[in-house]
């Protein structure tokens, strides 16, 4: 399974930017970055996704770094709504494109 | 909305029984993937069909099984129900199998196996 390494929590206040990292140190060429959320007890939401440019989208900003073994997940003013588990994820054609979901990030905002 | 629709939403059966979810994928999406959620973890990759053949099974045993219609809806069967496949079941759809498209979910069949 294509590996990704995030951190198990994190906190941000309300109305600020929220930067979440992931480490893909074993990223190949064709592996696409994808960002997805989970609310308790709902289906996981889509967020964004990137091969090799940054990426911008209504919700957040991708964040891809040169060598492409990390990425960030920009949420440039976090709301309450944003309070969730974000899961950083490599779709790879080894793999025939599944979703490897790991444990994500735990994502607490604060009023 | 994504227009990924899964029934029922919750069931309950008993061990040793037999249960049928089913998906209707987004519009044109011919790729249906599921995925089991037990509490507390994130969701495991059961399979994934494509154009109505199986195209990639993750570490379940037969018992669980699937098919996907002409109209690229999509089942998933699971015989002989243990206490443990009692889970949240996801159903995603995308518009093929390229690595670059959304993947698109429903918001699950909650199972418990009593």
């Known amino acids: 399974d294509a590996k990704t390494t995030q951190p198990n929590s994190m906190e941000s206040n309300e109305e600020e930017p929220v930067h979440l990292p992931c480490n893909h140190s074993?990223?190949?060429?064709?592996?696409?970055i994808h960002w997805y959320r989970q609310l308790p007890s709902q289906g996981p939401e889509y967020v964004i996704h990137g091969l090799t440019s940054n990426v911008n989208n209504r919700m957040a900003s991708l964040a891809i770094a040169e060598d492409r073994k990390s990425s960030t997940l920009i949420l440039h003013r976090a709301t309450l709504r944003d309070a969730a588990v974000y899961y950083c994820i490599l779709r790879t054609s080894s793999t025939l494109g599944r979703l490897y979901f790991g444990r994500g990030t735990q994502l607490t905002v604060w009023p | 909305e994504t227009g990924v629709t899964q029934s029922p939403t919750h069931l309950i059966k008993t061990r040793g029984q037999q249960v049928t979810l089913r998906c209707s994928s987004q519009?044109?999406?011919?790729?249906v993937s599921w995925y089991q959620q037990a509490l507390g973890q994130g969701p495991q990759f059961i399979f994934q069909?494509?154009?109505?053949?199986?195209?990639g099974r993750g570490n379940f045993p037969p018992r669980f099984s699937g098919l996907q219609f002409p109209n690229y809806s999509s089942e998933l069967n699971v015989n002989a129900l243990e206490l443990d496949d009692s889970a949240l079941y996801l159903c995603?759809?995308?518009?093929?199998?390229?690595?670059?498209?959304?993947?698109?979910f429903g918001e699950g069949s909650w199972l418990t196996v009593v």
């Open positions: 995603a759809s995308s518009l093929d199998r390229g690595l670059g498209n959304t993947i698109y």
């Open positions: 069909y494509y154009r109505e053949e199986e195209n």
């Open positions: 074993t990223i190949s060429g064709t592996d696409y």
């Open positions: 519009s044109g999406h011919n790729t």
